[in-house]
């Protein structure tokens, strides 16, 4: 079973809309973390957000704010005021506690495409 | 921090050929990953290190592949008579010690392809 899912394929807006990016997981851990990352063309992955499973706060960090609801096992990304430089293809990431070596298992990307 | 350093960056190889990468984590990490990614899917487990020892292994590896992290420092991957079908990108990703919560650090990666 998919640990991560990313329904969303492929969204397009256009310049300084507000975009978010939907994200469910499912696990049986009950101390788990939660990521976002992004990959640009260049290819590199970048690290960009956490959560921890314990810490149900939701944040704000410059144009990046997250929305992170236990009870529907989801944790969605909000990009404000998009920029081209923002067009890249984002994952969703579950890191499990009880997990050996606490991989890290991604969803399949959202590709976002910011129009100027 | 000079980041996590992989390379090649590309490898084209003919099929049954063996090829090797190599990767530099970032210098005070002990736990290193492996993670393959092909086109339009997310990074896939492969293998874990901590220091040298290689502490977990996903069903994708295959026996033709194998890792090593013989210092501790750098880590190989290697893959043996190439398939067409492990053509993808291979990823290396580097975390911070004891924190169960520290992201991966990604390399840009080693792109192969097998033909």
């Known amino acids: 079973a998919q640990k991560v899912t990313q329904a969303q394929t492929e969204i397009s807006v256009v310049e300084k809309e507000d975009v978010t990016l939907d994200c469910v997981y499912e696990?049986?851990?009950?101390?788990?973390?939660l990521f976002w990352y992004k990959q640009p063309p260049s290819g590199e992955l970048v690290f960009l957000i956490r959560?921890?499973?314990?810490?149900?706060q939701n944040e704000i960090s410059g144009r990046y704010s997250w929305n992170f609801q236990k009870s529907t096992s989801s944790f969605n990304f909000t990009i404000t005021a998009s920029q081209v430089v923002d067009s890249a293809v984002y994952f969703c990431?579950?890191?499990?506690?009880?997990?050996?070596?606490?991989?890290?298992?991604f969803g399949t990307g959202t590709s976002l495409t910011v129009i100027p | 921090d000079t980041g996590v350093s992989q390379n090649p960056r590309h490898k084209i190889t003919k099929r049954g050929q063996n090829v090797t990468f190599r990767c530099d984590p970032i210098?005070?990490?002990?736990?290193l990953y492996w993670y393959r990614q092909t086109l339009g899917q997310g990074p896939e487990f492969l293998t874990y290190?901590?220091?040298?020892?290689?502490?977990?292994k996903s069903r994708l590896l295959s026996d033709r592949f194998s890792a090593e992290r013989p210092k501790g420092s750098f880590s190989t991957l290697e893959i043996q008579r190439t398939e067409q079908g492990d053509s993808a990108m291979y990823l290396c990703?580097?975390?911070?010690?004891?924190?169960?919560?520290?992201?991966?650090?990604f390399g840009n990666g080693t792109r192969l392809t097998v033909t």
């Open positions: 959560r921890n499973s314990f810490d149900e």
């Open positions: 696990t049986r851990d009950t101390t788990y973390y």
């Open positions: 290190f901590q220091n040298e020892a290689q502490l977990e």
């Open positions: 990431a579950l890191s499990e506690a009880k997990n050996t070596g606490n991989q890290f298992y």
């Open positions: 990703a580097s975390r911070g010690n004891g924190q169960k919560n520290s992201p991966l650090h």
């Open positions: 210098s005070e990490h002990n736990r």
